[in-house]
C-alpha cells in the first residue's frame, strides 16, 4: 500500500500570505489529523477529521483550517501567515478517529519570511 | 493541566549497549500509549503500542513496559546499532477526546 503522500514538500511564503497543504492519506483510512512540529513546541495538534467531519480541535487559532474531501483525502489553510507559522506540517492518516495509530507522511516544510 | 515528559532530550551510548528511554505522564489516565521513531526531516513511525492492561510487550529488539501505577512508560532498545540512531517520542490519547499527545522526545545516538 502507498503510504501517506503531502504536497508540497517545502514551502517558502512571506508574512499576510496564505497557504494550502494537501495530504493524501493511507487507501481505505478514513481519519487524516494534522499536526505542527517545531524546535521549541515539539509535536502539536491541529485538528482531525473523519469522514469529511471536524472530530477534534487543538489550540491554534482560527487562521487554521481544514477540510476533508469525500475520497478523504485533506487540506489545511493557514490565512495571514506570520513568522511564527515556521514549521513541519505532518499529516497522519488512521482506521480510526481518536487516538489511533497514526500512519504520518514525509510533511511540508513551511518558512515564512 | 496534561503534562507528557519524556526523561532526557539526548541519549549517547555504545553500540550494543541497552538505551532505556523514559516517558512520564501527569493527569492522564490513557487506554494505551505508543512510541514512535523519527529520522530527521521525516514523519514520525509507529513501532509500538502498549495497553495499560499489558505490562509489557516486545518487537525485536524494541521492548515497551508500561506501569500505570507509576505513570510512566519505559522504552528498550537492546544491542543498538548505529541504525538506531533518531527521535523516539512517546504519545498517550487525552482522558477526554482521545486525540493523540506526543512528549518532546528523547534523541539518541548510537556511536559505533
Known amino acids: 500500500k502507498a503510504g501517506v503522500t503531502q504536497t508540497p514538500r517545502y514551502l517558502i511564503k512571506t508574512r499576510g500570505q496564505q497557504v494550502t497543504l494537501s495530504c493524501s492519506p493511507i487507501?481505505?483510512?478514513?481519519?487524516v489529523s494534522w499536526y505542527q512540529q517545531t524546535p521549541g513546541q515539539g509535536l502539536q495538534f491541529l485538528f482531525e477529521?473523519?469522514?469529511?467531519?471536524?472530530?477534534n480541535k487543538g489550540n491554534f487559532p482560527g487562521r487554521f483550517s481544514g477540510r476533508q474531501f469525500s475520497n478523504s483525502r485533506s487540506e489545511m489553510n493557514v490565512s495571514t501567515l506570520e513568522l511564527g507559522d515556521s514549521a513541519l506540517y505532518l499529516c497522519?492518516?488512521?482506521?480510526?478517529?481518536?487516538?489511533?495509530?497514526?500512519?504520518f507522511g514525509p510533511g511540508t516544510r513551511l518558512t515564512v519570511l | 493541566s496534561q503534562k507528557i515528559e519524556q526523561n532526557s532530550e539526548a541519549l549517547n551510548i555504545q553500540e550494543g549497549k541497552t538505551a532505556t528511554l523514559t516517558c512520564n505522564y501527569t493527569?492522564?489516565?490513557?487506554?494505551?500509549l505508543q512510541w514512535y521513531r523519527q529520522d530527521p526531516g521525516r514523519g514520525p513511525v509507529f513501532l509500538l503500542l502498549?495497553?495499560?492492561?499489558?505490562k509489557e510487550k516486545r518487537k525485536e529488539r524494541l521492548k515497551v513496559t508500561f506501569d500505570t501505577t507509576l505513570k510512566q512508560s519505559l522504552f528498550h532498545i537492546t544491542a543498538s546499532q548505529p541504525a538506531d540512531s533518531a527521535t523516539y517520542l512517546c504519545?498517550?490519547?487525552?482522558?477526554?477526546?482521545?486525540?493523540?499527545?506526543f512528549g518532546a522526545g528523547t534523541t539518541v545516538t548510537v556511536r559505533a
Open positions: 497522519a492518516s488512521s482506521l480510526r478517529t481518536g487516538g489511533d495509530t497514526q500512519y
Open positions: 487507501s481505505g483510512h478514513r481519519s
Open positions: 477529521y473523519f469522514s469529511e467531519t471536524q472530530r
Open positions: 493527569n492522564y489516565s490513557p487506554a494505551y
Open positions: 502498549i495497553r495499560e492492561n499489558e
Open positions: 504519545a498517550l490519547p487525552a482522558s477526554n477526546d482521545y486525540k493523540l499527545s
